[in-house]
């Protein structure tokens, strides 16, 4: 598999994920001519996406997504939740509505939504697996629920969270509601937070790290690499930012020491994810 970040941070996400022809992008909370500078970096061609997966309705995760699928005519999957608070004018025939917890076939890929706390309607993250490998997707984590728990379990390549650092945070100039409205249970995952649930529900499984989702006021990527690479030994570790594309990852020589064995690695989807409560 092959995959990316295009953009991430308060100001704008998307994420690429590939198995060979089969490719999607999960948010475009960039405008589509910065978009497709980015994939062009990348040699990645915007008319071989086959579906764009929307986590929740936040701008800086759908910013370009109506022009986008629109000059491409991509199928665009999200929540009925996600589609009313979105406003945007997406073509019918493009539009699946979903449910937070539902599967869905693209190709040879699987993308499971994971229900989650954020302060969106019907908002979800996603976990991605061609039955080999899995990738989750974790940004906008209000706070650490039994499916967050599951993903980072079942994950060979993971992208979390790593929002905000809280002292930073504290003694910025956010105005108070604001500040809350961050580290409330229905915002973000702040450095420390994200750190301990890492630590703790990571397995052995796990063989890349991705942060990201950094706020641009309250973290930057020096403290963020310095919290996390003490705790990274044998695992490579990335930064995302909102200022340019990752480089275009590939498991294949990221997991070399992969065998037709993993079929045992794959997600178990038989698992109920739990919706959290309003």
């Not at 995959?3 to 590939?18: E, K």
């Amino acid at each position: 598999m092959k995959y990316c970040a295009l953009a991430s941070g308060s100001n704008g996400n998307c994420y690429y994920i590939a198995n060979a022809d089969d490719a999607i992008l999960i948010d475009v909370g960039i405008n589509a001519k910065h978009l497709e500078l980015r994939m062009a970096n990348l040699s990645i061609a915007p008319a071989g996406i086959k579906a764009i997966f929307i986590t929740h309705e936040h701008t800086d995760h759908i910013r370009g997504l109506a022009v986008f699928c629109k000059r491409y005519q991509i199928p665009v999957y999200m929540t009925s939740g996600s589609y009313r608070g979105a406003r945007l004018l997406l073509p019918e025939n493009l539009t699946h509505i979903i449910r937070r917890d539902q599967r869905v076939e693209i190709g040879s890929l699987t993308v499971c939504g994971v229900p989650k706390y954020h302060d969106a309607q019907e908002p979800c993250s996603f976990l991605v697996s061609n039955g080999e490998i899995n990738i989750g997707v974790l940004t906008d984590i209000g706070r650490i629920c039994d499916n967050v728990k599951h993903v980072i379990q079942q994950a060979d390549i993971l992208l979390l969270e790593a929002n905000y650092d809280e002292e930073l945070l504290d003694r910025g100039s956010y105005p108070f509601f604001l500040k809350n409205r961050i580290r409330n249970g229905w915002g973000h995952l702040s450095n420390h937070i994200a750190l301990e649930t890492f630590l703790e529900y990571r397995t052995s499984r796990l063989r890349h790290l991705i942060l990201g989702h950094l706020s641009g006021q309250n973290n930057n990527v020096e403290l963020v690499y310095r919290t996390f690479a003490p705790h990274c030994g044998g695992l490579k570790l990335s930064i995302a930012t909102r200022h340019q594309e990752t480089e275009l990852f590939d498991s294949q020589v990221l997991l070399p020491q992969l065998t037709t064995k993993i079929v045992i690695r794959q997600v178990s989807y038989q698992t109920t994810f739990v919706f959290p409560e309003k």
